[in-house]
């Protein structure tokens, strides 16, 4: 077989193989756009001339773009029928809300600039306009249904997200002014406490064995410490360990931490291996999640890459789209299956062993007549508090509408300025803080009251459920406990969260200044990111919307110091057993300058 011949400047189209058995002379001149082929038939210049469009490199530099352009296909089709199919004015009104919100957010956070400068925080945000506004109106539209399907409230839902979305904008306008510095360099206090250092692949196996290991401890043994606010100290130190079970899923993206070297040959069947035992553990969890959250860390990972354009984006070939066909039949079908089948045993999960549990949710999900009746069930009428939208377990925890909604229509109830749920969210904010220094300066707070409540717990019970919707764990939205607490003042409040938490969040990306970049001039991008910091990337993109807006507040006062101090610890225990029990220094340590405490 005779190879192709291709000569030129460009790298625009590239081919895998010239045909077999055919001889096939490509010369391509880029400067008078001039082409000179010979082929042996009309069947060959058609088969190649496919390949040409279907197979090619996307341009690290081009993807952004392209992913821009394809966004807006796709919304543009889906507003139109979702426009023609569901006429009604409301149904109109927000649809023309999810084209103006996703137009400010392409054009702002889907940039080069931001995404380079600021990225977490800009990942924030386009978050939470995917799953507040883009999401629903493309997955309702898949289940044939109106994007404000089941809102009791669908104009002031859509009014308060473009509120929020605005104030979300304002806020980073304004913290893009805020004269801090924005580019670490090593004399950053983070980068010297060895923050930014790599994990090696081993470390990252570590992490995750011992996150699984909190895990087994936590759900089978001692599952009280999961609901308990006080309690035994080392029990909350173990369950703070949890979200290091998916630490190795990202082994693959060294680029984005600064890691060296290539991965292990046996990594992929690693992983795979690693998720299968996972994925038992969620069964016996009883936990739909707990699996979920391995899967969209490393499709944000990639995502986040493609978009600063770390990762060279996919070819565009026959086995790319067998590939997506398969991804989304499998989410859509055999894992929603058994997300159902899970539903379906959860009320015997306490009387049974584990082993027992697993059997029967195996046989839950092979029964589908059960699993179509369960899903009928839940789509019938469910009181007072209804949390109908998307039939698809997976699809609705990213584009889910009816918590804002639902939320809003009880703060209707409620009134707005409720004197009981501005008390309730203020002392939220005083039970972030340790108890013995809360008894020092606020001892009338009811810790144990206020976080074994959730918002939308006692936003329900002030409506009229009373004291026994406490415990019921019913997810709230800050629009409606928003409203309640402080009115529309919730807003200004909003904004003024978000500017320290966009900070913080960027303070876990390493940007590097002018003079580093000399010094490194093979450098792929003047940026890196902390671990940590991927760690917490599925929660960054679902940090909004978040319960109450007073989450900001605690997590300055709490979250972000404890995440930031837990994954030190973390690392550094790792690299000490990498090093002292495996005598493997080399892997453990990428920089031997890390500073070791």
């Known amino acids: 077989m005779t190879g192709t011949t291709i000569t030129g400047n460009t790298t625009r189209q590239k081919y895998y193989r010239a045909l077999t058995r055919f001889q096939i002379t490509v010369i391509k001149k880029e400067s008078t756009g001039m082409r000179t082929t010979s082929y042996s038939s009309g069947w060959q210049r058609l088969s190649l001339h496919i390949r040409a469009k279907l197979v090619k490199d996307v341009p690290v530099g081009q993807f952004l773009k392209k992913l821009v352009k394809?966004?807006?296909?796709?919304?543009?089709?889906?507003?139109?029928?979702?426009?023609?199919?569901?006429?009604?004015?409301?149904?109109i009104i927000a649809v023309f809300a999810v084209m103006i919100a996703w137009l400010a957010t392409s054009k702002i956070f889907?940039?080069?600039?931001?995404?380079?400068?600021?990225?977490?925080?800009?990942?924030?945000?386009?978050?939470?306009?995917?799953?507040?506004?883009?999401?629903?109106?493309?997955?309702?539209?898949?289940?044939?249904?109106?994007?404000?399907?089941?809102?009791?409230m669908p104009l002031e839902v859509f009014?308060?997200?473009?509120?929020?979305l605005s104030v979300l904008i304002a806020a980073h306008f304004v913290y893009r002014l805020?004269?801090?510095?924005?580019?670490?360099?090593?004399?950053?206090?983070?980068?010297?406490?060895?923050?930014?250092?790599?994990?090696?692949?081993?470390?990252?196996?570590?992490?995750?064995?011992?996150?699984?290991?909190?895990?087994?401890y936590v759900f089978f043994f001692s599952p009280a410490i999961a609901t308990e606010v006080s309690g035994n100290a080392a029990d909350k130190a173990i369950l703070a360990l949890l979200p290091f079970t998916y630490a190795p899923y990202?082994?693959?993206f060294k680029q984005l931490y600064n890691g060296s070297g290539s991965s292990s040959k046996n990594m992929v069947t690693l992983l795979i291996m690693y998720t299968i035992v996972l994925f038992v553990i969620s069964m016996a969890r009883n936990s739909r999640g707990a699996f979920m959250i391995g899967f969209t860390s490393v499709g944000f990972s990639y995502l986040l890459g493609l978009l600063i354009g770390f990762f060279k984006a996919p070819k565009i070939s026959y086995k790319s789209v067998i590939l997506c066909i398969a991804s989304f039949w499998l989410l859509t079908g055999p894992m929603a299956d058994l997300g159902t089948a899970m539903v379906l045993v959860r009320d015997q999960r306490s009387d049974i062993s584990k082993a027992e549990l697993i059997d029967l949710t195996l046989k839950a999900f092979?029964?589908?007549?059960?699993?179509?009746?369960?899903?009928?069930?839940?789509?019938?009428?469910?009181?007072?508090?209804?949390?109908?939208?998307?039939?698809?377990?997976?699809?609705?925890?990213?584009?889910?509408?009816k918590f804002n909604d639902i939320s809003l229509v009880q703060a209707r109830i409620v009134g707005d300025n409720n004197e009981a749920m501005r008390k309730f969210s203020i002392d939220y904010v005083w039970g972030a803080l340790p108890t013995p220094i809360l008894k020092l300066f606020n001892p009338a707070v009811d810790k144990e009251m206020v976080y074994s409540t959730s918002f939308g717990d006692y936003l329900y019970s002030?409506?009229?459920?009373?004291?026994?919707?406490?415990?019921?764990?019913?997810?709230?939205?800050?629009?409606?406990?928003?409203?309640?607490?402080?009115?529309?003042?919730?807003?200004?409040?909003?904004?003024?969260?978000?500017?320290?938490?966009?900070?913080?969040?960027?303070?876990?990306?390493?940007?590097?200044s002018s003079n580093n970049m000399a010094a490194n001039k093979t450098q792929h991008k003047p940026l890196y990111f902390s671990a940590c910091g991927l760690l917490a990337l599925?929660?960054?993109?679902?940090?909004?919307?978040?319960?109450?807006?007073?989450?900001?507040?605690?997590?300055?006062?709490?979250?972000?110091?404890?995440?930031?101090?837990?994954?030190?610890?973390?690392?550094?225990?790792?690299?000490?057993?990498?090093?002292?029990?495996?005598?493997?220094?080399?892997?453990?340590?990428?920089?031997?300058?890390?500073?070791?405490?």
């Open 538 to 597: 599925t929660s960054i993109f679902q940090y909004l919307p978040t319960e109450s807006v007073v989450a900001p507040a605690t997590f300055i006062l709490r979250g972000w110091i404890q995440m930031v101090l837990l994954y030190f610890v973390m690392f550094q225990v790792t690299r000490f057993i990498c090093v002292f029990f495996f005598n493997n220094q080399q892997r453990a340590i990428a920089n031997p300058q890390v500073l070791v405490f």
């Open 70 to 91: 394809w966004s807006w296909i796709l919304l543009l089709v889906a507003s139109i029928l979702q426009i023609l199919i569901f006429s009604t004015y409301q149904n």
């Open 366 to 401: 092979k029964n589908k007549n059960a699993i179509i009746l369960r899903r009928l069930q839940d789509n019938g009428v469910q009181g007072d508090w209804d949390e109908r939208y998307l039939n698809n377990i997976f699809t609705a925890r990213f584009a889910n509408l």
């Open 110 to 152: 889907l940039h080069s600039d931001n995404l380079n400068n600021y990225p977490l925080s800009s990942f924030l945000v386009i978050g939470f306009t995917a799953t507040q506004l883009y999401f629903p109106l493309i997955f309702t539209l898949l289940e044939y249904k109106p994007v404000i399907y089941n809102l009791e």
């Open 462 to 512: 002030l409506a009229g459920a009373g004291s026994d919707a406490y415990g019921g764990f019913r997810t709230g939205h800050f629009a409606g406990t928003g409203m309640a607490a402080f009115g529309f003042g919730y807003l200004w409040i909003l904004c003024l969260g978000m500017i320290p938490v966009y900070y913080l969040f960027d303070k876990l990306v390493f940007i590097k």
């Open 159 to 164: 009014f308060h997200s473009i509120a929020a």
């Open 178 to 216: 805020i004269p801090v510095n924005k580019q670490r360099n090593n004399s950053s206090i983070l980068k010297r406490i060895g923050l930014f250092q790599p994990p090696s692949e081993l470390q990252f196996w570590f992490m995750g064995l011992i996150g699984m290991i909190a895990n087994v």
């Open 250 to 252: 990202f082994i693959p």
